[in-house]
């Protein structure tokens, strides 16, 4: 593979602190008289941005990346423990919104927090669609409802089942068992009783990318856990939404609706809008298991 060109170190303005050594998480960077980065490692480069952000002289340059274009200083507020519980604490599932359109510039702000989430590999090839349009969501609706409905009809045909159990992985499997099946076998998603897939939610963002793309499930969980807190901070509501995602996965018209390229794989959804009701008190769960490893 052919290293990557442009990258560089500015002789004049590197102090040789090898911070920059000591950083890189590939070991891209080594010191032989002058700081440079080593041929036949640099093909590897994550371009991670760590080494620019942390060189006191701007004295690294990734290539692709620029000071000002792609850093800003350190803000001087630093967000103490406490505070930040406070922020999670308070942030719900919201599955009831007002009536009212999210203004598209606060959907920007939204997605302005994903520009700082870590990734597992290649951000470059991640999509995200934003739908800010209840009518076009509305107009996917009964396709989706379609859908919900075979999952039944597929989980009660015992060769079907058998066929989607030696298909997907083992936890998709168990999830449509154990926890979508039986909700959609009660009806819970017929759109004669409301909407209870996208719960009126007057927007949605999508993120999705080309199935074989490097760490995409991983990216797009990171990049959704941060757009959702972002929301929370905004004064909106969001939640996680799997079902759309699946629903754009298995039929062609919900992927035509939300124009979703052909080749992408949805991984999750986040309906977001103005929170219907506030709150009176923090949900605490315990639901998890620790288990500590010590000398």
Excluded at 34 to 53: P, W, Y
Excluded at 197 to 211: Q, S, W, Y
Aim: aromatic content about 8%; some cysteine.
């Amino acid at each position: 593979m052919e290293a990557i060109a442009n990258n560089s170190i500015n002789k004049d303005l590197c102090k040789k602190c090898k911070l920059c050594i000591e950083i890189c998480p590939c070991n891209v960077i080594g010191i032989n008289g002058d700081v440079h980065f080593i041929h036949d490692r640099e093909h590897i480069c994550l371009k991670c941005g760590q080494c620019m952000a942390v060189c006191k002289t701007q004295a690294v340059t990734i290539s692709g990346m620029d000071y000002e274009r792609d850093f800003r200083e350190l803000p001087n507020v630093v967000l103490h423990y406490n505070e930040f519980t406070d922020l999670i604490s308070t942030r719900r599932s919201v599955r009831n919104f007002k009536d009212n359109p999210v203004p598209d510039e606060m959907l920007h702000q939204v997605l302005e927090s994903v520009s700082y989430a870590p990734f597992g590999a290649a951000p470059e090839k991640m999509n995200v669609t934003v739908v800010n349009s209840r009518e076009k969501i509305e107009q996917a609706l009964p396709h989706i409802s379609d859908f919900l409905d075979n999952i039944v009809k597929w989980m009660e045909n015992p060769i079907v089942s058998f066929m989607i159990k030696r298909k997907e992985d083992k936890e998709t499997y168990n999830t449509i068992k154990n926890h979508l099946y039986p909700i959609a076998k009660q009806g819970n998603y017929k759109l004669e009783f409301g909407d209870r897939i996208t719960r009126n939610a007057p927007a949605l963002i999508f993120f999705h990318a080309e199935k074989g793309a490097e760490a995409h499930t991983h990216n797009s969980m990171i990049y959704a856990t941060y757009a959702m807190l972002a929301a929370h901070a905004l004064g909106l509501g969001a939640t996680m939404n799997g079902i759309v995602p699946a629903a754009i996965n298995k039929n062609k018209n919900v992927r035509e609706i939300f124009e979703i390229p052909e080749g992408d794989e949805a991984i999750i959804s986040l309906l977001i809008g103005f929170p219907r009701y506030n709150y009176q008190r923090i949900i605490q769960r315990q639901k998890h298991n620790e288990i500590w490893l010590s000398t």
